[in-house]
Structure formats: C-alpha cells, structure tokens
T-cell receptor, first 112, second 114 residues
C-alpha cells in the first residue's frame, strides 16, 4: 500500500527566511507526487507536481520541490517566506493507476 | 467557469438522518471524487468516479453512497448519519484522474452529526 509521511505537524519560519516542508513517501513503481495548499475555510489548491524528468519542480507562488528517489522524499521549499504563505500544506502521492493518497498535512506559520 | 461547487456549505444532522451533499463541476472533467478531512488525518478518499455511470469505492466508503448520472454532478449520500461522520467533505474533479492530472477542489461542506 502506498503512503505519505509529513513528519512535522507545524513549521514556523520568519518572513524573508527560507522554508522547507518535508514529505517522504512509499509507493510501488514510479511515483507521481503533488503538493497542495489549503487556506483557512477553503478547499485545496494545487501548487506543483512531479511526474518525470527534472528532479527540481517549480510551481505556483514561488514554491519549488525536489524529488529525491534514493531518499523517497519530495520536500517543498521556498527561498523567502511571506506571511501570506501561512496555510496548511499537503503532500500527496499516487503510484501507477492507484488513487491519490494524502499526507496528514503540515501547518506553516510565517511570522512578520 | 464556476469550477467545482458544493452545497450546502454547512449542515447539522441528527443521528440517523439522511442527506445528500451536492457537487457539480462545469469543466467537463471525467474524474470526480469525494474526500473527508478530519484533524490530524489529512484527506481520505470516500468514493470516486471515472466517468458518467461508473463509480468505485475509496479508502473509507462505509455509510456513504454515490451515483454519477451526468458528467457534471456527483452527489454524496449519507444513508443514516452517525457522529463519526462529522467532518469536512470536499469534492474534487480532474480531466484524467488516474494518471497525472491535477485535481480541482470545491470549497467544502462542514457537516456536524449530533
């Protein structure tokens, strides 16, 4: 069975500093990896995805993620955090023709 | 395009009552799905559909029914509500769900079962 782990319930970072939200996964075959963001009282919004090719994926709002096959990780990063980045972030994975499995989410809090 | 719409936004039920959560999309997407979101548990798939007339169970299907008579609509029915079904429910759609496509989420329905 496929699974996703987001080891941090919450990440705190000061505005202007770089941020990383961690994600590791387990899946049979080649993984398809996604990051979604959820703002308060809203549905999830797509940020970026890795399907194949370049291990560094760039997405919306200046976010990027690095696929590391040997470490089975797909960490979300941003060089300079904004207060408006504060939200709940979900990593998700699917393998082959399976459905999407979401992690439990990581709350990102960016302080002014 | 309105995208994915869900009604109602909020609902309170008593144990044993039934209701239908509505979901509609105007993007002509083939794939639609229902998730529930519970604190500390992320999103869990309830049911999904790969096209009109085709539905299948997800991770947590018990107590829920779905049907897909049109491409646009994918209602979720609670047959006999239980407190364990208190949750936030999200509907999502994508052009080709099983492969690599992005899912588009609705705003959610917050359901409380007393």
């Amino acid at each position: 069975a496929q699974s996703v782990a987001q080891p941090e319930d919450q990440v705190n970072v000061a505005e202007g500093n770089p941020l990383t939200v961690k994600c590791t996964y387990s899946v049979s075959g080649n993984p398809y990896l996604f990051w979604y963001v959820q703002y308060p009282n809203r549905g999830l919004q797509f940020l970026l995805k890795y399907i194949t090719g370049d291990n560094l994926v760039k997405g919306s709002y200046g976010f990027e993620a690095e696929f590391n096959k040997s470490q089975t990780s797909f960490h979300l990063k941003k060089p300079s955090a904004l207060v408006s980045d504060s939200a709940l972030y979900f990593c998700a994975v699917k393998g082959g023709y399976s459905t999407l499995t979401f992690g439990k989410g990581t709350m990102l809090l960016v302080s002014p | 395009n309105a995208g994915v719409t869900q009604t109602p936004k909020f609902q309170v039920l008593k144990t044993g009552q039934s209701m239908t959560l509505q979901c509609a999309q105007d993007m002509n997407h083939e794939y639609m799905s229902w998730y529930r979101q519970d604190p500390g548990m992320g999103l869990r798939l309830i049911h999904y559909s790969v096209g009109a007339g085709i539905t299948d169970q997800g991770e947590v299907p018990n107590g829920y029914n779905v049907s897909r008579s049109t491409t646009e609509d994918f209602p979720l029915r609670l047959l006999s509500a239980a407190p364990s079904q208190t949750s936030v429910y999200f509907c999502a759609s994508s052009p080709e769900g099983f492969l690599t496509d992005t899912q588009y989420f609705g705003p959610g329905t917050r359901l409380t079962v007393l």
